[in-house]
């Protein structure tokens, strides 16, 4: 029995070994917690971190026979860098780097250069919809795109053309300045997820305009092909692939093409008659459609009223209502338009909460599954503006706008003008104008119609739903093809001017046909890109966003919330910003001599660091008690105003699944990301 004890003792004892040895190995400096990462620069405090690749090993040692700790790593799994490889070593690939899973010294292994990218700020890039610009040249070196850009515009021009007809004929030399090229289909950056973050960045003129020279790393997610490096001069596989139009790619997709068309519309009172005639467009269409069940089924249709405020005129009934919780066909529909009636009670004063109509219609809709989205608002009046009590939502047009491209929605406006009421029709044509400049587009889609003009508005109304069911029509026959390739319009229409429909339509089928095809980015591979069209410098080709977790979507909200608190205080007492800020509760916890001596709010110490340390600064930033002296009330207001539009649309991101990725699915939920467009930063 002894002997047996004895035995299990040591067979125990040999058990904690084991694990205590692969414990070092898989910590290996799990003792030295007084270690530090790397810093991005000498002046910065925000420390160094890497990005892995796909498909990547981490090693118990800076060589491959050290063993491996964790084979074939998640894509994008971050670590922060207790060692780093020298510059000539990142430069060719070679090297090793020590990291850590967090800054407190917990060092883990050693990765190849060759196998991550360093992320010196969560900042990336996204292609803007490439319709009516040209696809982004990605070049291997920035001494060539320097001169490029030097160029005078006709002859940036010319060169630019001759690299495209060069990537166009497939016959790339060894030598050629391009390594790779963006494909000239959108790429749905919910459905192919791609990381494009910047390694570094030089403000330029280009033409008059600022503009950036960037350099990047191109890398996608877990697929099989992730590592494959698309560089045009070896892999013309992917020249191929990126060389597929929309054109080319519409016929394999076409018969999978359907649109929901949801109404937003004013139904206070003077609007009963346009309501009615929206009804009779719905009841026309259907009967032309009666015969074509292929063709009906391809379009859904829904309804959303708005009013005002009920806290105020209670006898409004609602202030946004759905009328179609499930999508309708379009026989449905004509019935359902029947019961949308204007309000008798009349609301207080001319503008109404237009925005709570779009932002319901937008978030709450039942939309089809890959169907493509259009929002049509019909409206005789503008939405109350930023700081109106009545604005429930609390958005405005640019931050609706904002909504609605984040949700792939194509939104049309119809503004409709009463007589008498030309100030207001100077704010409505405003606020519209925003809301229907859709991406992809060069004017908006937008109509005005004179409230008296009863056959002029429902020529429009029939234009925009004919001009659907038309392209629907045209997929079925198997003629999508040819029509986005000759660039008819789209409208079918001659009778009204409608070349902002045929725009918004084109760039939303351009956007539909590049996500159901599948539209493959760029990857493993890094360039110098320009932000512009280098033949149109008025065009922008790439977004700067931030990869922001809902953590850090927090902790900017609740900033903005004591800037605003300072302000609204300030106002009153008389202090000066940075004396009243200093009351704010988030100033508890910091350094008030910091406050104190501070020049502006980026020096403040309240900017949390994952803003502090972007290339990309904003007005926030370089906010100081002389610019906030300088401001009338009115502009003091209008800035916190806007700053309660940021916060609320925060509030609507962070609570909404949808558009937040995980960089790895081994990821906790908590850190995944949001890329949140730089004109959405305060």
């Not at 299990?8 to 070994?17: E, Q, S, W």
Request: overall charge negative; hydrophobic content about 40%; glycine content about 6%.
């Amino acid at each position: 029995m002894p002997v047996k004890v004895c035995k299990k003792a040591v067979l125990l004892l040999m058990v904690v070994m084991l694990l205590a040895s692969i414990a070092m190995v898989a910590t290996p400096s799990a003792f030295a917690s007084n270690r530090e990462p790397i810093t991005i620069s000498e002046t910065s405090i925000l420390p160094l971190r890497i990005l892995t690749r796909p498909m990547s090993n981490l090693y118990s040692g800076p060589d491959e026979v050290s063993g491996i700790v964790w084979g074939n790593l998640p894509a994008f799994l971050p670590y922060y860098v207790y060692t780093r490889p020298s510059g000539e070593e990142r430069r060719a690939e070679l090297g090793w780097y020590e990291v850590g899973s967090d800054n407190r010294g917990t060092v883990v292994g050693w990765l190849r250069t060759a196998d991550v990218f360093e992320w010196k700020q969560t900042m990336c890039l996204t292609y803007t919809h490439p319709e009516m610009r040209n696809p982004v040249l990605m070049f291997d070196e920035a001494k060539y795109l320097t001169e490029l850009v030097a160029k005078d515009p006709t002859a940036r021009a010319a060169a630019a053309k001759g690299l495209y007809a060069i990537i166009e004929s497939g016959n790339i030399p060894r030598d050629f300045p391009v390594v790779s090229i963006e494909p000239k289909m959108a790429v749905d950056f919910t459905k192919q997820f791609y990381l494009l973050p910047i390694l570094d960045h030089r403000v330029i003129n280009i033409d008059g305009r600022e503009g950036r020279m960037l350099e990047l790393a191109a890398v996608s997610g877990a697929s099989v092909d992730a590592r494959e490096r698309t560089d045009i001069r070896e892999n013309p596989r992917y020249v191929e692939s990126a060389m597929r139009s929309s054109a080319a790619a519409a016929g394999g997709v076409a018969n999978e093409l359907a649109f929901d068309i949801v109404w937003v519309i004013d139904t206070t009172r003077s609007m009963g008659p346009y309501a009615e005639i929206v009804r009779d467009v719905a009841v026309t269409v259907s009967k032309q459609l009666a015969n074509d069940a292929e063709l009906s089924r391809r379009l859904r249709f829904g309804v959303w009223s708005y009013r005002d405020s009920i806290i105020e005129v209670p006898g409004l009934e609602y202030l946004t209502k759905n009328h179609t919780p499930t999508l309708q066909n379009i026989q449905d529909f004509g019935v359902t338009m029947g019961m949308v009636k204007e309000t008798r009670v009349d609301s207080v004063g001319v503008p109404e909460d237009m925005f709570s109509g779009i932002s319901d219609a937008i978030e709450k809709t039942a939309w089809t599954p890959g169907a493509a989205r259009i929002l049509i608002l019909v409206a005789d009046a503008p939405g109350h503006e930023l700081g109106h009590r009545r604005n429930v939502s609390g958005l405005d047009e640019i931050t609706a706008r904002a909504l609605a491209t984040r949700n792939n929605i194509t939104l049309m406006a119809i503004q409709i003008r009463p007589p008498g009421q030309e100030r207001h029709h100077r704010v409505a044509e405003r606020q519209f104008r925003v809301l229907a400049f859709n991406p992809g587009t060069d004017i908006p889609a937008f109509y005005s119609v004179d409230s008296r003009d009863m056959q002029g508005f429902a020529q429009i109304t029939a234009t925009m739903v004919s001009s659907l069911r038309n392209i629907v029509h045209v997929a079925q026959q198997g003629n999508l093809a040819h029509a986005l390739a000759s660039g008819v319009n789209l409208t079918g229409d001659v009778a009204v001017e409608s070349e902002g429909t045929n725009q918004a339509l084109r760039a939303a089928l351009v956007q539909w046909i590049g996500s159901h095809a599948e539209a493959r980015p760029p990857r493993d591979v890094a360039a110098w890109v320009m932000d512009k069209d280098l033949i149109d410098a008025t065009r922008q080709s790439l977004d700067v966003r931030l990869l922001i977790n809902k953590r850090q979507l927090d902790s900017l909200a609740i900033l903005l919330g004591d800037i605003i608190q300072a302000g609204r205080r300030g106002q009153i007492s008389g202090d000066d910003f940075f004396t009243s800020l200093q009351a704010a509760s988030a100033v508890a916890s910091r350094d008030p001599d910091q406050l104190r001596n501070a020049q502006t709010l980026g020096q403040s110490g309240l900017v949390p660091e994952f803003l502090a340390g972007l290339p990309y600064q904003s007005r926030l930033m370089s906010m100081s008690n002389d610019l906030w002296a300088s401001w009338s009330p009115d502009e003091q207001d209008h800035f916190m105003n806007e700053l309660d539009a940021r916060i609320r649309a925060y509030r609507m991101q962070h609570d909404n699944p949808q558009g937040w990725i995980r960089l790895n699915e081994g990821a906790d939920a908590d850190e995944s990301v949001y890329p949140i467009l730089l004109d959405m930063l305060p």
